[in-house]
């Protein structure tokens, strides 16, 4: 049998980035947002939310994506334009392999290109896309074809929990030695499909998403796309480039508990970080910061909570965390991808951003929640992490470690 | 490009209601079945294949759950069930209290893997592949690889589908007369219970002792790859037997006797990849071959081939 030895504790760069989210194409865009404080969230306009008791998303700015709905207007997806803006954007600032079997790529999402199917259910409409575009893979083939990957091409689709698989499982495909770079992170574009479900669920908040804070009311539902350019570290030594950030430990686990409520102490959060730092090989002392799941449901945040209590013990006082979904809203796939990208710029850039919509404490979720302005990340703080939790009790997290 | 994963197949469930030889009938499980009602196909498939390897390795449903244990299924088309029925409800609706919440959370892609982890205590790594007809194979592939870290002791992997009529209408639609579908679509689960391989290779264990996936939307050079990996795997060894799990619509595998396991199930989707390791595993079991190879592939370009093989004879 041919055989290939797991590389153990193959270092994986982060090496490039690309965005688009309610604060406009870009990861420069986003960054400047988020360190801000500013909210992406407005009245919906993508379709009329009368029905609804919350009327609000974070939508992509109108225009954000010209460029590629020209590029690929004939049958391409508004979730294949999203994907392609923030993927092209990834490719410009890292190297990809010469051989084209040596790139894979990982997408995450939740609802895919599901988009021009569930049109036709609801209205008979004949799709504007091609049917093969409307499926969950169809972006990620999409991606791989356009930019010539021959290496293993994945979709990944946990709920919200999808953009974190996707970066776990792109690091993995490299520390064993599959690929030289992995394009990793996920999307999903708003659909009155998913407003009306959460909606139902009673899941929305009536004004904005307030993640932490003692008087939120729920999430608001947004949409986005994120990239990360993945490669093998020791090539980007060897090239004399330096990362962005280092990927250290990735892990998932499932609550076993409840397909929509999460296990109220938050064991299956504890499972799947515990399982990321042990991957990492470190302690949960050794991280400085957690950007969190953080949608603004009650029950959410006080699962997080009661976990970080578990995981890092009075620690979780002075802990520094955040949640981005104040400000970008809770964009499903895109959402772990989004905060695997944050992760990587709190590192690179040394400032976390502030939790918009964030007010007043609430005793029941005791967190050093960053507030206002952005605040300072230590020098000596080495490792942060991302978590991310699902519907059907999938939880995910990854540890990113300063390069 | 090649893993690995060497790892040990512990157990096998298969479940495609409606098969020819019989309807196989609600199986008996030493868990709570009373979610069933709320499961849609898709989950139903899944949960159906997953616990029947469950019980097959000899697990029990552990409380509180076993982080040791994970769950990785593979699907093509995932919770279009759900997304259907949520769908024409949200169109005869006229107000959102007559939506109904519970059907909205099956609306997601990894209900296989919530149920399965509820009914059964599995705490450990949870991941569900999309991608198109790979998907089953993918998702074993992706199990071996936890095994294989020690991510986990042991791992469910497989793929299902459930396939709502509205879906056999909107591809019918895109044919529009000018084709006929690969073969009847049905409702399809099938796992495998992975777990480290032993020291002792004087058991009969079956070994996924290889694999590989790449991305290759032109048939032709899918084929060469294909070709050029299985010789290199099986370099001085007995060619293994080939089951071409999805069907060969544009002849990536046709230059090979192979079993099209497609022309006995009817079209899979991304339950075919675990489908065909399923029927892979009963070969090897039966003495009929030393070792069998499952190949995978989506004509979007993903292929996924599977090498399982017995110490016995490999």
Redesign the interface.
């Known amino acids: 049998m041919a055989e290939r030895v797991e590389g153990p504790g193959r270092a994986v760069a982060v090496t490039s980035l690309g965005a688009v989210t309610a604060f406009g194409a870009g990861v420069e865009a986003f960054w400047r947002g988020a360190l801000d404080g500013r909210s992406g969230i407005a009245p919906v306009t993508r379709f009329s939310a009368d029905p609804y008791r919350s009327g609000v998303a974070a939508e992509i700015p109108a225009g954000s994506l010209v460029r590629e709905m020209d590029e690929l207007a004939t049958g391409a997806s508004p979730a294949t334009c999203l994907a392609f803006a923030a993927a092209r954007e990834a490719l410009k600032g890292g190297r990809v392999p010469g051989a084209p079997e040596r790139l894979g790529v990982v997408v995450g999402t939740s609802m895919g290109g599901n988009g021009a199917f569930v049109d036709w259910v609801r209205n008979g409409t004949v799709p504007a896309v091609r049917r093969s575009e409307a499926t969950l893979f169809s972006v990620a083939s999409d991606l791989a074809r356009a930019i010539g990957a021959r290496g293993p091409t994945l979709g990944v689709s946990v709920a919200c929990a999808s953009g974190t698989l996707a970066v776990g499982i792109g690091a993995d495909m490299i520390r064993r030695g599959e690929c030289d770079a992995v394009l990793a992170g996920g999307f999903d574009v708003l659909s009155e499909f998913v407003f009306a479900g959460f909606d139902s669920l009673r899941a929305l908040s009536p004004s904005a998403a307030r993640p932490f804070d003692r008087r939120r009311d729920g999430l608001t539902l947004g949409e986005g796309a994120a990239f990360l350019l993945l490669e093998k570290a020791s090539r980007v030594e060897e090239q004399r480039r330096v990362p962005l950030a280092i990927v250290r430990g990735y892990g998932s686990a499932a609550d076993a508990h409840h397909m929509t409520r999460p296990s109220p102490s938050g064991e299956g959060l504890v499972r799947a970080v515990t399982a990321a730092l042990s991957d990492a090989s470190i302690v949960p002392e050794e991280i400085g910061f957690v950007s969190t799941h953080g949608t603004g449901t009650v029950f959410n945040d006080r699962m997080e909570a009661a976990a970080f209590r578990t995981l890092f013990g009075e620690r979780a006082d002075r802990l520094p965390v955040n949640s981005i979904k104040g400000a970008v809203g809770h964009t499903l796939g895109a959402a772990g991808a989004i905060e695997a990208l944050l992760c990587t710029l709190v590192l690179g850039r040394g400032e976390i951003p502030p939790t918009a919509g964030f007010e007043e404490p609430d005793p029941q979720c005791p967190l050093d929640v960053v507030v206002a302005s952005p605040r300072p990340l230590p020098v000596s703080v080495r490792y942060v992490l991302s978590t991310s939790s699902a519907f059907a009790g999938t939880n995910a997290a990854l540890v990113f470690e300063r390069p | 490009?090649?893993?690995?994963p060497s790892v040990r197949v512990a157990g096998t469930g298969l479940w495609i209601p409606g098969r020819e030889g019989g309807e196989p009938g609600r199986p008996r499980l030493p868990v709570d079945v009373s979610r069933l009602r709320r499961m849609d196909r898709f989950a139903r498939s899944g949960f159906f294949a997953g616990s029947l390897s469950l019980v097959e390795a000899g697990i029990v449903p552990n409380k509180?759950?076993d982080?040791t244990l994970?769950?990785v299924f593979g699907?093509?088309?995932?919770c279009?069930d759900s997304?259907?029925d949520?769908?024409?409800e949200?169109?005869s609706s006229r107000?959102?209290e007559q939506?109904?919440?519970a059907l909205?959370?099956?609306?997601?892609?990894?209900?296989v893997?919530?149920?399965l982890?509820?009914a059964?205590?599995?705490?450990?790594?949870?991941?569900?592949?999309?991608?198109?007809r790979t998907?089953g194979a993918?998702a074993i592939l992706?199990g071996a690889?936890l095994v294989?870290?020690g991510?986990a002791a042991a791992v469910v992997a497989g793929g299902a589908e459930g396939i709502h009529p509205?879906m056999v209408e909107?591809?019918e639609?895109?044919l529009s007369g000018k084709g006929t579908l690969a073969g009847a679509p049905r409702d399809a689960g099938a796992a495998l219970v992975l777990a480290p391989a032993r020291a002792n290779a004087e058991t009969d264990d079956i070994l996924l002792?290889?694999a590989t996936?790449?991305?290759?939307?032109d048939p032709s050079e899918a084929a060469r790859r294909t070709a050029s990996?299985i010789d290199?795997?099986?370099?001085g060894?007995e060619r293994p037997l080939l089951l071409a799990a999805t069907p060969d619509v544009d002849g990536a595998f046709s230059a090979w006797p192979c079993r099209h396991v497609a022309a006995e199930t009817g079209e899979l989707y991304g339950a075919a990849g675990a489908v065909a390791a399923v029927l892979a595993v009963q070969e090897i079991r039966k003495k009929r071959t030393g070792s069998a190879l499952v190949a995978s592939r989506?004509p979007?370009?993903?292929v996924t081939l599977l090498?399982f093989?017995t110490p016995r004879r490999g």
């Open positions: 490009m090649t893993t690995v509180p759950p982080a994970g769950v699907t093509a088309h995932g279009r997304l259907i949520f769908t024409l949200l169109r107000s959102v939506l109904s919440p909205f959370a099956e609306t997601v892609h990894n209900t893997n919530g149920e982890a509820i059964w205590g599995l705490g450990g790594p949870s991941e569900t592949i999309a991608s198109g998907g993918d992706r690889e294989r870290a991510r509205k909107w591809w639609q895109e002792a290889s996936r790449f991305f290759e939307p990996w290199e795997a099986f370099e060894k989506d979007a370009g993903p090498a093989v």
